[in-house]
């Protein structure tokens, strides 16, 4: 493995404002979940009991109140990747760099202003993410295989498996390309990503290893946070008798989603950005890596488009247009 535990927990306690900081945003949006999904119940029990059918509008309300916070959940999405999980990204960085960073509520305030020095605004963050994680997401199914490595025949149903698993534990990687952004001090986020895309797809080999040991440690935390909580929610939802099955299930897995979210996501994308640093170091991106990236998705070209945009709206010049020099040779 090219990350190491040990140090990732020492950085998740370094950065305990953020994680403070990280569980109390989580725990209102599931507290609204649970208070949005009780209230619909509430109200479709009442209409539904007019009709006769008091458990059946309970459970249409149950759900209506909980989809509607799943739509306000998604637009906060944005909000939440600026001022949160970027925030985040940036204090590590910094950690990791050696760096002083200051403590309490000063360290969310010093990790914004580090991120509005890079993103200028949540709307360019929020976009060069979406367009990392399609081409990532093209490349991976194209390449992220362990088919590729263990092409037994019979075994497909297996490999199936942990395919997803590993895939499960890469969504933390548009955040490592974040983390190279802020790291390398870009003024272009378009062009440094674009990069940083072509230094994970000629290092894919390396990603794959060690995502399959921390799948198993970030998926065995979630699904142990689950069923812990299993037996407080089975008391609370008590209350609405109608809904105690399905309801129990529903909100344990959104509280276990919260905490995944607040505590057990950091460390997952923490030991990512040490794989990345590590394997990466003092390496160029390599032309022929970027061809085939070009070729697995036909978004990979936007970020050059962009970059080039990014510098006429700056005022920057574009840097001169020649293949790397000096990079140690790219894994294959």
Known sequence: MDFKIGQVLGLMARTMPFLIFRFLIYFAITFAYILMTGIGAGIGYGIGAIGGSGAG???????????????????????????????????????????????????????????????????????????????????????????????????????????????????????VILAYNIRTRSTNPWRSSGDAVILYAQNYKAFLKNAFFLAFFIWGLTFLVFFLILGPMFLV????????????????????????????????????????????????????????????????GKFKEKADEWDQTQGTPPPADEPPQGGTPAAT
């Open 237 to 300: 939802v008590q209350f609405i008798p109608a809904l105690a099955g399905p309801l129990t299930l529903i909100l344990a897995a959104v509280l276990a989603w919260g905490i995944k979210q607040a505590v057990i996501e950091p460390i997952g994308m923490t030991a990512l950005m040490q794989v990345f640093f590590k394997v990466t170091e003092g390496q160029e991106p390599n032309p022929q890596w970027q061809a085939k990236l070009e070729s697995v998705s036909n978004r990979f």
């Open 57 to 175: 509008g309970s459970v249409i309300g149950g759900i209506a109140g909980f989809s509607i916070m799943s739509v306000i959940a998604y637009l906060l999405r944005e909000y939440l990747l600026y001022m949160v999980k970027a925030g985040h990204i940036a204090v590590l960085v910094e950690l990791m760099e050696g760096k002083e960073i200051p403590g309490g509520r000063g360290q969310i305030d010093h990790a914004q202003r580090v991120v509005r020095e890079r993103f200028a605004e949540s709307s360019v963050l929020f976009a060069v993410d979406q367009l990392i994680k399609v081409v990532l997401r093209a490349f991976n199914r194209v390449f992220f295989s362990i088919a590729n490595f263990i092409p037994i025949p019979g075994v497909q149903g297996v490999v199936k498996f942990l395919n997803t698993v590993i895939n499960l534990s890469l969504t933390y990687l548009d955040e």
